[in-house]
Every structure is written in C-alpha cells, then in structure tokens.
C-alpha cells in the first residue's frame, strides 16, 4: 500500500506543476493573456467578451488547481474540477480546429481521470496527515 501511496503523490506532481505554472506565468500579463486568447476565437461562435472572461478566470483556475494537486489536497474535487476545465478548452480548441492542442488537451483529461479513479491512493497530502504512513 505504500508504494501504491508514493506512486500516486509522484503521479500528481508533473501535473501539478504543469497547471501550476501556467497560472503563475499568465498571472503577472493577465490582460494581455486574455486580450490574445479572446482575439483567438474572432472567427468561431464564442462572443469575444465571453472568451475575454473566460480567460480572465482561466490562469487563478490553473493556479489553484496546481496548488491543490501539488499538495495532494481535495484530489476527488480537483481531478473533477481539471476534468471539466479540460472539456472546456477541448471545445475551444475544436472551434478553432486546433486539433494538436485538442491531442494535448485529451492527455492531460486521461491524466486526471486516472488520478480521479486511483484517488484512494492519495498519500502525502498535507491535509490527510495519516496517510503518510
């Protein structure tokens, strides 16, 4: 069981320092970030004041998601959470036939449904500190 444990704290880090990162780096250019991604989606269906909100929310969401899987914290909820906000920017990639990003994107949705499914293993959160063990 505890290396079932180790395994599943070593499975959140890469993800959490990817979604982590992507907060911490748009953070500091919000405006422009959201300037970008909204002129982005010009010639899909989504209104551009849509897209510029949406994208406003979109680096504190990445953030705080990075934040609770670095730290092993609400891993049912997180994972649901990065779930949905990677359907979320598969539809936007598709409208925008950004069919790599959509590749990348499904990835990453496979990476939180494993660790949704194996969420029982969550050991080494800083909130379940008997799971240590």
Request: hydrophobic fraction near 55%.
């Amino acid at each position: 069981m505890q290396q079932a444990k180790t395994a599943y704290a070593l499975a959140r880090l890469p993800i959490g320092f990817s979604f982590l990162g992507h907060g911490l780096v748009r953070i500091p250019k919000i405006s422009a970030f959201a300037e970008g991604m909204a002129q982005s989606f010009e010639k899909t269906i989504l209104p551009y004041d849509f897209v510029w909100g949406f994208a406003f929310l979109l680096p504190f969401a990445e953030l705080l998601l990075g934040i609770f899987l670095l730290l092993g914290i609400f891993m049912r909820q997180a994972t649901f959470a990065g779930i949905v906000l990677v359907c979320i920017l598969i539809f936007g990639s598709s409208l925008q036939e950004n069919w790599s990003a959509v590749a990348t994107q499904m990835f990453y949705g496979l990476y939180f449904s494993l660790l949704y499914l194996f969420a029982d293993y969550n050991g080494y959160s800083v909130l379940n500190p008997q799971n240590r063990k």
